[in-house]
């Protein structure tokens, strides 16, 4: 993976409010190869950069100051905030309760990173939305990439009949029985 010519293409912004954190995610997205990164600290910032500029993926960290995620992801798929509204979104937080999971699937993000994380968790994720995007859902209750992750079969069998039924049906008999039988 680390050799991927794929990589190098991609524009990441790496919205980060820690700067220790910041400097260790920018350090691993270039030991593979990933270049084209650009790094915001605050909500003014980032607002700005998306507003002017079109990238291929978000990192973006849900504890900015001034800066909700998920209300952020929803302006962003809406059009209403950035230049590319189906860019990857992958959150990188510190919550990973059910609630706040399905708020942020909700709101359009691609992908959920909990902190802290591995090198080789990010890059699982990352790659896979890269390499395996799904497809971008437009309707009136939600905007952004398909939420299914899996494979979705394209066919689905009949149910399988019983012996028992098949030989019922071939019966010409008919029988009767009593109430008195039960």
């Known amino acids: 993976m680390r050799q991927s ?6 524009s990441i912004l790496l919205a980060e409010f820690n700067p220790q954190f910041r400097s260790a995610v920018r350090s691993i997205l270039l030991y593979h190869q990933f270049s084209k990164i650009t790094e915001v600290s605050d909500s003014k ?25 998920i209300s952020v992801t929803r302006f962003i798929r809406s059009g209403k905030l950035g230049v590319n509204r189906a860019a990857v979104i992958i959150l990188l937080s510190h919550r990973s309760d059910l609630t706040f999971i399905y ?17 080789a968790a990010l890059m699982a994720r990352l790659t896979s ?26 066919f689905i069998a009949p149910p399988k009949e019983r012996v028992d039924d098949h030989l019922a049906a071939q019966s010409d008999d ?3 029985l009593s109430r008195d039988a039960f």
């Open 129 to 154: 939305s890269i390499d395996k995007p799904r497809p971008f859902i437009t309707s009136d209750g939600y905007t952004g990439p398909c939420r299914r992750t899996g494979e979705v079969e394209s």
């Open 45 to 69: 910032n980032f607002i700005d950069v998306n507003r002017t500029s079109s990238f291929d993926v978000i990192l973006l960290d849900s504890s900015i100051p001034n800066l909700d995620a």
């Open 5 to 10: 010519s794929q990589n190098r293409a991609v």
């Open 174 to 176: 008919l029988i009767i």
């Open 103 to 119: 708020e942020a699937r909700e709101a359009g993000v691609t992908e959920i990173v909990a902190k802290p994380f591995s090198s």
